[in-house]
């Protein structure tokens, strides 16, 4: 299937450009599909490839030496990931995985430095797409670094415990991210890390406080 | 009754974003707007929670405490 004008117009990389610039730039544009939880791009290696999101989801994600995961962003349709090694020349920052299948369109990063030297006009808009990639990733830095936001879900936990007999209020993760004053990605490592420490247990749709005492004491870390 | 995930049909535009996502595929799209189409499977992921634009469907948690 051939990429579609359209796309790469709604694209905010070539947002400004004219039908015949784009019709040079999809000869640059090459497909790749993937089913869910397929690795796209591992951390560390490589980056061969910038990335646009034509349909799907992706994660982009970082992982700890023992495990842990982060996501740092999720990629929607029209939108793109890897940029920053393809403009630096460095490895993957990150790894990539689809959330369920995925219709990728990519473009090789000398193609990319070609794209940019033939249509310089595209470099604003670039620059617009790191610079708001900054923007997310001080705000993810934040909130990782200077909020114990274990501690704020341990509250909002005990806050909104239903009573024994009669259901409490029920919250989602994006309820718990507003209240912590923090991204729904952080809540969800948190909530993650309180079961890790034996405090709570995620059952389906309940998540059941098993151990009071080592949720206060996570609660009561001082900021 | 199986725990659903809650849908808010008025916030639905019908990506479908969350339809892709769900591993266990509960979801579909009926008549422009998500439904879900095998409750019985969710196992409350939230992947279609993250995935969400506009906040139309959500997995809300019972918060209860295991006494001893």
Known sequence: MAVQLEFL???LYFS???LAELESIRKLVFEKTADRAEIILLEG???ENLYFVASGVVKVFKTSAEGKEQILSIVRPGESFNDVPIFDGGSNPASARTMG???LYGIKKNDMKAILRDHP???LNVIKVLAMRVRHLVSLVEDLSFKHVIGRVAKILFEHVGGEMGRGPRLTQQEMAAMAGTAR???GRSLKVLEEEGAIKLDRHRIIITDKEALQRIMEVPS | MA???VIDPKKCDGCGLCVGVCHLNALAIVNNIITIIEAVE???CADCELVCLTGAISCPFEIIIQEP
Request: charge should be negative.
């Open chain 1, 16 to 18: 400004d450009l004219g």
């Open chain 1, 101 to 103: 299948p995925v219709l």
């Open chain 1, 121 to 123: 006009q595209i470099a």
């Open chain 2, 3 to 5: 725990e659903i995930p």
């Open chain 2, 42 to 44: 969710c196992d409350w």
């Open chain 1, 45 to 47: 290696e490589s980056a």
């Open chain 1, 9 to 11: 117009k709604s694209i």
């Open chain 1, 185 to 187: 990605e952080v809540v």
